[in-house]
C-alpha cells in the first residue's frame, strides 16, 4: 500500500500512549525485580568474603551468556503471540508456546553441559584456580535453573504479547521474595539449614526458579485465561513447520544481542588499558546504563513489540508510525529527567557509587565527565532500543543483526580506539565511539523501519 506524507507523520495519540504504558509499567517493575535477584546475591555473597563475591561475578559473566542466547532464540514467542492475536488467531498462540517449549528444551541441554564444565574452562582461560573452584562449586547448582528460566522465558514472552505484564510482575517479585528468604538461610546457615555459602546462593536460586515454576503453572491452570490443556496438548510432537519459523527469527536476535553484549565487553577491557580510575569510572557508567536499560528501555521497547506485532496481524500498516512515535515520545520522556540529573550532578552520582572522601575525590575526574557523556548516550540508547524492537515486532531481525554488527564493531569500536588512545581522551574516547555507534545504529534503525512500512 502506498501511504501519504500525512500518514507517515501520524504522531503520538493518547490511546496509544495508554495503550503502550498499561504494558510497560508493570513490565518495568518486573524487571527492577530481575536486578534485584542480583544485587541481593552480590550483597549476601560480599558478606562471605571479597573472593567469594569474585568467584560469583565470573559464574554469573559466563551463566549469562547462555541465558542471552536463550532470551534471544524464544524472543520471537513475542512477535508471533502478538501477531496471532493482531489477526484473531488466537488458536495459534498455544501452538506457538508449545513450539517454544521445544526450543526451551532443546538450549537447556547444551547451556546445562556447557556450564557443568565450568571450573576447568575457566582454568582454561587462565583464572586463579581457588576463584575457579568456588565458581564451579557456585555452578554445580545454578546450572539447574537454566531449564526453568528458559521455560518461565518462554511464558513471559508469550503474556507480554498478551498484555498479561502485571502477571510478570507478580512472578518476578515472587521470585524475589523467595530468593532472598533462601540466600540468607543457605549461605549463612540460618532457620536451621546448613551454612554453604557460595554453594547456598545456588542452590537457593534452584529452589526459587522452581518455586515460580511451580506457581505459574498454577496460574496458568486455575486463573490466567489461557487453556493449559490447549498449550501441553501433545507437547511430545513439535509442529516443525512453526518450530522453524521460530529458529529463523531467534537466530538473527541472539546474534543481534551477543555482538552488542560482547562490544560492551571489549569497551571494559579497553577501559583497563588506560588504569584503575579508568575501569572504575567505565564500570559506574555501565552500572548505570545496564540498570536504566534494563528497567525503563527494556520495558517500552518489549511493548512497542507487541503493538508494531498486533498491528501486522491486522495487515494495517497505518498505525505503525502512530505506535513507533508514541513509543519514542514516553522513552524521551522517561530518559530526559535522568539525563538532567545525571548531567547536572555527576559528582553526587560518583559519591552514591563510591562514597565521599578520598577515593570519590581521586575518581570525580574521570568519572564526573563519563557520567555526562553517559547522559547523550542513554537518549541514544533509548531511540535504538525502541526502533530495533519496532522492527522485531514487523519479523524484521536479520536486518537489524547486521546493522548492530557493522555500526558497532565496524564504526563505534574503531573510532572509540582512535579518540581514546591516539588523543588524550582516554575512557572519554572510548564512549564518545560508544556514542557514534550507538547513533548510527538508532538511525539506520529508522531508515529501515520507514522503508520497510511504506513497501
Known sequence: MKLTSSTLSKGPEISELRAILNISLPLAFGYLASVAVGFTDSLMLGRVGPEVLGAAGL????????????????????????????????????????QGLWIAGILSIPGC???WNLEEILLATGQVPELARMAGHYMDYLLWTVPFFLVITVFTHAFIAM??????????????????ILDYALIFGKFGAPAMGIAGAGLASVIASIACFTLLLALITFHLPLDGGMVFHRLWRPNR???????????????????????????????GRFGTQAVAAHTIAFQIVTLISAVVSTALAHAVTTRIGMTKGRKDHTPMWRVLNSGLLLSFSFMLPLVVVLGASPSWVVMLFVGAGPKAESLLPVAAPLIVLVAFFMLADGLRMIASQALNGLSDMKAPALIVTVSYWGIGLPSGVILGFATELGVLGLWCGLIVGVTITAALYLARFRWLVSR
Open 59 to 98: 559464574t554469573v559473566s559466563v551463566y549469562f551468556i547462555i541465558l542471552t542466547i536463550g532470551v534471544g532464540s524464544l524472543f520471537p514467542v513475542i512477535v508471533l503471540v502478538a501477531q496471532a492475536r493482531g489477526a484473531g488467531r488466537s488458536r495459534t498462540v498455544p501452538i506457538i508456546i508449545r
Open 113 to 115: 553441559a556447557i556450564l
Open 163 to 180: 498484555g498479561w505484564s502485571r502477571m510478570i510482575a507478580f512472578l518476578s517479585w515472587f521470585w524475589v521474595g523467595v530468593n532472598i
Open 241 to 271: 513447520t512453526m518450530l522453524a519459523r521460530l529458529a529463523r527469527l531467534g537466530w538473527p536476535k541472539t546474534l543481534e544481542l551477543l555482538m552488542k553484549n560482547g562490544f560492551f565487553s571489549v569497551m571494559a577491557l579497553l577501559a
